[in-house]
Nanobody, 112 residues
Framework: QVQLVESGGGLVQPGGSLRLSCTVS????????MGWYRQAPGNQRELVAL???????NYADSVKGRFTISRDNAKNTVYLRMNSLKPEDTAVYYC??????WGQGTQVTVSS
């Protein structure tokens, strides 16, 4: 049974930073692409960033230059470093094993 455990969300002021983590149980991690998605109230879930098993990275235009995705295969963990946060980044952030499993989501709220 594959499980994804996310952490690192919270409340931060505009301009602040957070780092999200997602640890994946099982042996699927190292051979899988990993993605971070987000969903704000009333909006569809959207891709924020993804990293392939070989380390190729893509970002949504809205987060380029502010967010950094990375992975540690030894720890079965993918990270999302979020800098210069804006109120419009407020959403539930989900970790995704591309094509397979989803995490439970972690709330990120950017507000003064």
């Amino acid at each position: 049974q594959v499980q994804l455990v996310e952490s690192g969300g919270g409340l931060v002021q505009p301009g602040g930073s957070l780092r999200l983590s997602c640890t994946v149980s099982g042996s699927i991690f190292s051979s899988s692409g990993m993605g971070w998605y987000r969903q704000a109230p009333g909006n569809q879930r959207e891709l924020v960033a993804l990293i392939t098993s070989r380390g190729v990275i893509n970002y949504a235009d809205s987060v380029k230059g502010r967010f950094t995705i990375s992975r540690d295969n030894a720890k079965n963990t993918v990270y999302l470093r979020m800098n210069s946060l804006k109120p419009e980044d407020t959403a539930v952030y989900y970790c995704h094993v591309i094509g397979y499993y989803w995490g439970q989501g972690t709330q990120v709220t950017v507000s003064s």
